[in-house]
DNA sequence: CTTGATGCAAATGGTTTGCATGTTT
DNA sequence: AAACATGCAAACCATTTGCATCAAG
């Protein structure tokens, strides 16, 4: 049978497995706890979650998978380039699937968010390669500034 | 007389006068133990400092300066805009002084940290300001990548 | 003399770790 | 059966805070 009961419906389901099989291929294992954080995070697109909040949406359907094991299971599935943990600004990390890559230009004074394309850094990545042959792989960046609105 | 004892020598008390006149002219109060957090930090350049680091080699002068009191002095010369606080990757955050001001690229692999002049930045703010009228005003990036001896 | 700064100790918050046990391969 | 993952509690580390005292304006 190919129709599974997931609240996320097949597609989701399909897209956790293709996650898991990567993370099998990086030599890591699949287990529930594991199924469950990917789950939360298909579910949750390109929204940033940070541990302790992924962590209790993770209980919802799995009450028994300690933070502890979400840390170490983000640890693991970042390894296998799955997913990506960002540091932006004070507090917690926030943590995304791959997929969703993208920037961030943040309004200092009313703190609007506008998404900033990978392409948009080319420039800066050719300079560093050129000047100093550094690969840059721009993950996550937060580019503070004033947004149109606040500017005048 | 114009040449002091200080180790820095005169530019050095200068420049540490300078900032301190920034911090009072924003209403902070000028006292010992932020005279030393400054002079530490112009004495270091364009090195970047850890608050406990900091402060251990603040104390060579005063030892009896607190790690706390580091931290709310960093606290105040930053609001004042006399340093930049940066989360290089993980660990503790690092402080270097606004005159000192760059980006940085970091090194996935070994850590290292390559500075990055304001100007390579100028397509991507060019970029922001035509396709959404944002005003960026970049001041403590750090772009991911491998740097040239790790790549090959 | 008033307000802000300091030293200290203790609390905080996010994240990591040691260990015994359970699960995946 | 071997290697790895988990739950739990406890440790950890960078940073913050409450409070009584002190010093700068």
Redesign the interface.
């Known amino acids: 049978m190919t129709a599974h009961a997931h609240p996320s419906g097949p597609t989701g389901a399909d897209a956790v497995d293709a996650l898991l099989d990567r993370l099998r291929a990086s030599g890591g294992r699949v287990t529930p706890a594991r199924r469950a954080v990917l789950e939360v995070l298909v579910e949750a697109g390109a929204e940033h979650l940070a541990a302790d909040e992924l962590a209790a949406r993770v209980h919802a359907s799995a009450p028994q998978v300690h933070l502890s094991t979400v840390y170490r299971n983000l640890e693991s599935l970042e390894e296998a380039g799955v997913l990506r943990r960002a540091?932006l600004g004070e507090g917690p990390a926030s943590y995304h699937l791959s997929a969703d890559d993208h920037h961030h230009?943040v309004?200092?004074r009313c703190g609007v968010v506008?998404q900033?394309s990978a392409d948009?850094?080319?420039?800066?990545v050719a300079?560093?390669a050129r000047e100093?042959?550094?690969?840059?792989?721009?993950?996550?960046?937060?580019?503070?500034?004033?947004?149109?609105a606040c500017?005048r």
Chains 1, 2 share one sequence.
Do not use: K, N, Q, S
Not at 120 to 124: H, M, N, S
Not at 132 to 148: K, N, S
């Open positions: 540091r230009a309004c200092r506008i900033v948009a850094l080319g420039p800066v300079a560093l100093h042959g550094f690969r840059a792989e721009p993950r996550h960046l937060t580019i503070d500034g004033v947004c149109a500017a």
